[in-house]
């Protein structure tokens, strides 16, 4: 399945891997929970066991793609590279009720 693909269906889980002063500077995703860059490893079970696609992002889709790298070296199966925040809430909020 494409990026696309996943959020028109409706069933994925974001994970935005900014740090919490970002949120609180920049804003969030509803839904979406907050796994610093610098956690990611030591949450990794946290993150694997989810059990639809997981979608990552950060700022600008730099971190979350080193994310991204780092859980698919360590089995992640569905995982997909969101890029920056706020591309992808237009992209999500686009897409709700389409399905």
Do not use: H
Not at 11 to 40: H, S, W
Not at 60 to 67: D, E, I, L, Q, T
Not at 86 to 92: C, E, P, R, W, Y
């Amino acid at each position: 399945m494409s990026l696309a693909e996943v959020i028109k269906s409706g069933n994925y889980e974001l994970i935005d891997v900014r740090e919490p002063m970002e949120l609180e500077m920049d804003g969030n995703i509803d839904g979406a929970k907050n796994i610093p860059l610098g956690e990611v490893e030591d949450r990794q079970d946290e993150i694997l066991s989810v059990e639809k696609p997981v979608i990552l992002f950060c700022r600008s889709g730099n971190r979350s793609g080193k994310a991204l790298e780092y859980l698919n070296s360590q089995g992640l199966k569905d995982g997909y590279n969101g890029g920056g925040w706020a591309d992808l809430k237009a992209t999500i909020e686009a897409n709700q009720g389409t399905f």
